[in-house]
């Protein structure tokens, strides 16, 4: 009976101790984000989908509900735009390489545009631009938060939340105008430090309203195709 009490004695003891066993390091949020950041920087081709989950974005007439790109850095994208025109929903071609924007809407071929009808056209590619993009402002947030560990595209991911000025979310995509600060939360492998997802939330919709919009990351340096269309 003694020894029985003991041993269960001991069975508690090392629960109250979290079993004994080797217990998870702390995630530093800044560091993180500063690797998750060094990590894009190093990227030639990346390949990303954004969906709008809350609010509504409006560009060339059309409100924006997501979109599907392929980036070869530093600036060619082939992007399709899902668009909706009252309860019509049209996919919208976008591609940009060599400094030319070509578009492709429904029943009609490839147009080159140019001025301000390219410039208010999302350039998704900026999203991943070393310079101006997710590499230089992901590490500016402000009071980062480490939320745990959580599965993005199926790799084990640190999850990490900040706060950013609308000015930076403005520097990374200009379409997305923001009448206050943006909060965010970006999923960053574990293991390869690359981020593979990241939701904002903020008051960039149309008429400076609250929107949401999540963007997932993937295809890290594969092979994408992306030419110059005949216009």
């Not at 629960?15 to 217990?23: L, R, T, V």
């Not at 390489?97 to 410039?119: I, K, L, N």
């Not at 149309?206 to 216009?231: H, L, R, Y």
Request: proline share 6%.
């Amino acid at each position: 009976m003694r020894r029985a009490l003991s041993f269960i004695l001991a069975a508690l003891a090392l629960s109250a101790c979290g079993g004994g066993g080797p217990q998870p390091k702390a995630v530093d949020p800044a560091q993180a984000l500063r690797d998750g950041a060094a990590a894009m920087a190093k990227l030639n081709t990346v390949t990303a989908t954004l969906k709008f989950t809350k609010g509504a974005v409006t560009f060339q007439g059309f409100t924006l509900a997501g979109a599907k790109t392929s980036v070869r850095l530093p600036g060619d994208s082939d992007t399709t735009y899902t668009v909706k025109e009252q309860d019509l929903t049209l996919s919208i071609e976008v591609v940009i390489t060599g400094g030319h924007v070509f578009v492709h809407v429904p029943f009609s071929t490839f147009q080159e545009v140019t001025g301000p009808d390219a410039a208010a056209i999302p350039d998704l590619a900026k999203l991943f631009d070393p310079a101006t993009g997710l590499p230089a402002v992901i590490p500016a947030g402000e009071t980062p938060k480490y939320l745990g560990l959580d599965q993005a595209g199926g790799v084990s991911s640190y999850r990490v939340s900040a706060t950013y000025t609308a000015d930076q979310v403005h520097a990374m995509l200009p379409q997305l105008s923001s009448a206050g600060a943006v909060q965010a939360v970006i999923w960053i492998g574990a293991t390869d430090r690359l981020i593979r997802k990241a939701t904002l939330d903020g008051a960039f919709g149309d008429g400076g309203k609250e929107s949401s919009v999540e963007v997932d990351i993937a295809g890290f340096n594969s092979s994408v195709s992306i030419t110059s269309p005949s216009p």
